[in-house]
């Protein structure tokens, strides 16, 4: 059984950077074919993709956030971590990590996700 | 930057079909996956590689595919798959994952 859960703070400052931990059982980051993503929802709003990371070390991000955002891995630990800086009230959203399975055929596509935590940006 | 476009509500009622669209460039070459979300909850993914359903995934929910649009199917709804559902694809060259606007299907 797969599962993914989020942890980091709840509520950030505006202009401090972000630092959240999917933590993950069922799966490994080694696997070929493998991978983990992270995804923000802003209340009200749409899913929208942040970054990922694959078993291969590879990594992708938005284009939009590509400049404020990292995502890094530690398999020993079954963790990916996701940074994000300057942050601003507008990234006030739930933030998911889940479960990537990818192919050169047909992408990736998010099999599993975590339960999702709130981050809330405010002076 | 690039666009998965889906109808912001559809309303069936009880036993009814229902029928999500999502339309993209893009979805020419690359495959299309569909989740729903329902209140307070984390997606599930429904439908992957446009037409294949997860274990655990009620056969009443089918996806299809037509140029460069998409379809998730519902047939015979019930209450409990009033929803919003996100489309999700990759960018022509596979570089960027994208999700469609959502749509809130209403069981009316």
């Known amino acids: 059984q797969i599962t993914l859960k989020e942890s980091g703070p709840t509520l950030v400052k505006p202009t401090q950077t972000l630092t959240l931990t999917c933590t993950f059982s069922?799966?490994?980051?080694?696997?070929?074919?493998?991978?983990v993503g992270w995804i923000r929802q802003p209340p009200g709003k749409a899913l929208d993709w942040l970054a990922l990371?694959?078993?291969?070390?590879?990594?992708r991000y938005s284009p939009s956030l590509k400049s404020r955002v990292a995502i890094t891995k530690d398999t020993s630990k079954n963790q990916v971590v996701l940074t994000m800086t300057n942050m601003v009230p507008a990234d006030t959203a739930t933030y998911y990590c889940?479960?990537?399975?990818?192919?050169?055929?047909?992408?990736?596509?998010?099999?599993?996700w975590g339960q999702g935590t709130l981050v809330t940006v405010s002076s | 930057s690039y666009e998965l476009t889906q109808p912001p509500s559809v309303s069936v009622s009880p036993g009814q079909t229902a029928r999500i669209t999502c339309s993209g460039d893009?979805?020419?070459?690359?495959?299309g996956h569909w989740y729903q979300q329902k209140p307070g909850q984390a997606p599930v993914l429904v439908i992957y590689?446009?037409?294949e359903r997860p274990s655990g995934i009620p056969e009443r929910f089918s996806g299809s595919r037509s140029g460069t649009t998409v379809t998730l199917t519902i047939s015979g709804v019930q209450a409990e798959d009033e929803a919003d559902y996100y489309c999700?694809?990759?960018?022509?060259?596979?570089?960027?994952?994208?999700f469609g606007g959502g749509t809130k299907l209403t069981v009316l």
């Open positions: 069922g799966f490994s980051l080694i696997t070929s074919g493998v991978g």
């Open positions: 889940a479960h990537i399975l990818y192919s050169s055929r047909w992408g990736e596509y998010f099999q599993q």
């Open positions: 893009a979805l020419s070459k690359q495959y």
């Open positions: 990371i694959y078993w291969n070390d590879g990594t």
């Open positions: 590689k446009d037409s």
């Open positions: 999700q694809s990759a960018d022509s060259s596979g570089t960027y994952v994208v």
